[in-house]
């Protein structure tokens, strides 16, 4: 599987975003996707994941009620709508694929393939 993370930029806090997760290669229907995240000097972390049939989303505590995920299987992609952006949301953006299952969503050891970043920047 080949993902193509996009959408990325620089926003004025208070802005929304809107990153688009495109995979290639494989049944992208089979595969929980996540989004993580690394600030400059922090460890990645994770900010959401969707379940391989949409029914079922997670997001860490500090996007919740800002981020929504949403998946296009016809288009294998996955949208993460960022509103209400923050300073503090500055990183690269990460999106991953795992064929596992959903128990381990959170965990990025778990994660199978990974997208090459995009880079959000939020200014204040």
């Known amino acids: 599987v080949q993902l193509q993370a996009s959408g990325g930029g620089l926003v004025q806090a208070g802005g929304s975003l809107t990153l688009s997760c495109t995979a290639s290669?494989?049944?992208?229907?089979?595969?929980?996707i996540g989004w993580f995240r690394q600030a400059p000097g922090m460890e990645r972390e994770f900010v959401a994941a969707i379940q391989r049939s949409g029914g079922n989303t997670d997001y860490t505590d500090s996007v919740k009620g800002r981020f929504t995920l949403s998946r296009d299987n016809a288009k294998n992609t996955v949208y993460l709508r960022m509103n209400s952006l923050k300073p503090e949301d500055t990183a690269v953006y990460y999106c991953a694929a795992d064929l596992a299952g959903w128990s381990e969503r959170r965990l990025d050891r778990y994660y199978d393939y990974w997208g090459q970043g995009t880079q959000v920047t939020v200014s204040s």
């Open positions: 290669g494989a049944t992208f229907s089979g595969y929980t």
